[in-house]
């Protein structure tokens, strides 16, 4: 059974755009999150863009799962605290390299003025089978999917967290699924990024809605 500080019944304005505010915004990033099959052809505007974004979005993302579970003490809020570690330190270094390091190579190339003798150079860091991010010419890359792990495994002990701090079904199940969204999609791009972290967002505004409530409630008994 989890048990919580009282600084876990707390709901500032902090908590919440962290919480809500930093998942949300890579939802909505995401959407802008490039297709792409050869980075050569990539539009290196948005593909920079939303790379060098990601970075730190990431990272708060990860704060994000992990700040809703925090004050809790038990295993399940302990595990997604791993899991989230886990998460950014697998994620963020494999988006780094597939996303702004092939995004670099390839302006070099460009202002080059010779692109083909490049490719190579594209091709070795995009088909890396640790940080690449092409899963179509090789194997899914192993932090990517370390990643995606991390991410599935923290939402369902947070998830579990809170259900136990007698939270109801529907938001937990929400980001028990959306915690899901990576591992099913393959990607973080839209739909993946999206499913996954608009979840995430939405999950916690209900989840934070739930705590303040109940707070409130216990105000009102009593000052009654």
């Avoid at 890579?26 to 959407?31: D, F, G, N, T």
């Amino acid at each position: 059974m989890n048990r919580r500080t009282g600084v876990a019944a707390q709901v500032g304005l902090g908590t919440v755009a962290l919480a809500v505010g930093a998942p949300l915004a890579l939802a909505v990033l995401e959407m802008f999150h490039p297709h792409v099959h050869d980075p050569m052809d990539a539009d290196l505007r948005v593909w920079l863009t939303v790379h060098y974004a990601q970075i730190p979005l990431f990272m708060l993302s990860a704060l994000a799962m992990a700040a809703l579970v925090h004050g809790y003490r038990g295993i399940a809020p302990a595990i997604c605290r791993v899991a989230m570690f886990v998460f950014a330190a697998s994620y963020i270094p494999f988006d780094t390299a597939a996303g702004v390091t092939t995004g670099v190579l390839v302006q070099a190339a460009r202002d080059s003025g010779d692109p083909a003798a490049w490719r190579a150079a594209v091709a070795a860091v995009w088909a890396h089978p640790i940080v690449g991010g092409s899963g179509a010419i090789s194997p899914p890359p192993v932090l990517a999917v370390l990643g995606a792990v991390a991410w599935s495994i923290g939402g369902v002990a947070a998830a579990i967290a809170l259900k136990q701090d007698r939270h109801s079904w529907a938001p937990c199940l929400v980001l028990v699924v959306s915690a899901f969204g990576l591992a099913i999609f393959k990607t973080h791009a839209s739909p993946g990024g999206p499913f996954t972290f608009g979840g995430l967002a939405l999950a916690a505004a209900w989840l934070l809605w739930e705590r303040r409530s109940r707070s409130s409630a216990r105000d009102i008994a009593f000052l009654s």
